[in-house]
């Protein structure tokens, strides 16, 4: 099997872009495809996105919910939204949500809570987050590849 590395690869098999650097890349049929292994990088991947300089992205989003197996509907009742709601989210694709702070803050809580059961973490990043404010957009440009 014929491999090499590549120094920078941005990988969009979660909904977004994803830079990764120094990846094993494999000949698939002429083809180099990436050697990832994605059980591995969600949980990078979703520690990321709890602690973001910026707002969700909707994609963003979708993807938070399908990893912890939520509906819609259910996904919205966590948060005290209607399902509507949530749906207008994920829309914005590769946008911010323009989420309420307080809910987009729960759901950052949420991610750290389900990867972490440790409380002290949990509190740090409640304490940093509500420190920090909302956090600015910038502009309203595409999704730059997320740094995992």
Same mark, same amino acid.
């Given at each position: 099997?014929?491999?090499?590395?590549?120094k920078d690869y941005i990988d969009h098999s979660l909904g977004f872009p994803?830079?990764?650097?120094?990846? !094993?890349?494999?000949?698939?049929?002429?083809?180099?495809?990436?050697?990832?292994?994605?059980?591995?990088?969600?949980?990078?991947?979703?520690?990321v996105l709890s602690r973001l300089e910026r707002p969700l992205h909707g994609?963003?989003?979708?993807?938070?919910?399908?990893?912890?197996?939520?509906?819609?509907? !259910?996904?919205?009742?966590?948060? &005290?939204?209607?399902?509507?709601?949530?749906?207008?989210?994920?829309?914005?694709?590769?946008?911010?949500? &323009?989420?309420?702070?307080? !809910?987009?803050?729960?759901?950052?809580?949420?991610?750290?809570?389900?990867?972490?059961?440790?409380?002290?973490?949990?509190?740090?990043?409640?304490?940093?987050?509500?420190?920090?404010?909302?956090?600015?957009?910038?502009p309203t440009k595409q999704a730059e590849a997320l740094e995992v």
């Open positions: 099997m014929e491999t090499k590395k590549a994803v830079h990764l650097g120094q990846v !094993t890349m494999v000949k698939v049929r002429g083809e180099w495809a990436p050697k990832v292994d994605y059980a591995r990088l969600a949980p990078k991947v979703l520690r994609q963003e989003v979708r993807f938070v919910r399908l990893h912890f197996n939520l509906t819609q509907q !259910t996904f919205a009742e966590k948060f &005290g939204v209607s399902h509507v709601a949530v749906h207008k989210w994920e829309r914005s694709g590769v946008h911010a949500t &323009g989420m309420q702070w307080s !809910t987009e803050k729960d759901l950052r809580l949420f991610i750290q809570s389900c990867l972490s059961p440790d409380p002290v973490g949990v509190g740090r990043l409640y304490e940093q987050l509500t420190k920090k404010r909302r956090p600015s957009s910038g």
